[in-house]
């Protein structure tokens, strides 16, 4: 069973720049789908972004396109999630997830659908001040 742990989160002030980590252990996250999502206090967990098996294929959340970036490097078995002009609004929790239905092409599967996601990192808090 794949376990995945996040990492890079902390406190950086509007317009700058964090770079989050997602590595796994126990199997390769190279193999994997992988999404981000975020939760805010109070609200619900939404998707941020997502990038396919092979990395030929990402996508993002309206709210994130041309600031944040997500990529894999399968050697080290690792997908990252690189953050820029930050904004307020983007406080919050940050998760990483794998999918094996999305992996495998499963029909009606979603990478914005956290329900289609089976395997969960425990966070990292991202927190901008304004």
């Known amino acids: 069973q794949v376990q995945l742990v996040e990492s890079g989160g902390g406190l950086v002030q509007a317009g700058g720049s964090l770079r989050l980590s997602c590595a796994a252990s126990g199997r390769a996250i190279g193999s994997k789908a992988t999404g981000w999502f975020r939760q805010a206090p109070g609200k619900d967990r939404d998707y941020v972004a997502y990038i396919s098996r092979t990395g030929d294929r990402t996508s993002y959340t309206d709210s994130v396109k041309g600031r944040f970036t997500i990529s894999r490097d399968s050697a080290k078995n690792t997908v990252y999630l690189q953050m820029s002009s930050l904004k307020s609004e983007d406080t919050a929790v940050y998760s990483c997830?794998?999918?094996?239905?999305?992996?495998?092409?499963?029909?009606?599967?979603?990478?914005?659908?956290?329900?289609?996601?089976?395997?969960w990192g425990q966070g990292t808090q991202v927190t901008v001040s304004s």
């Open positions: 997830a794998t999918s094996v239905k999305l992996s495998y092409g499963w029909a009606g599967a979603s990478n914005a659908n956290a329900l289609d996601y089976n395997v």
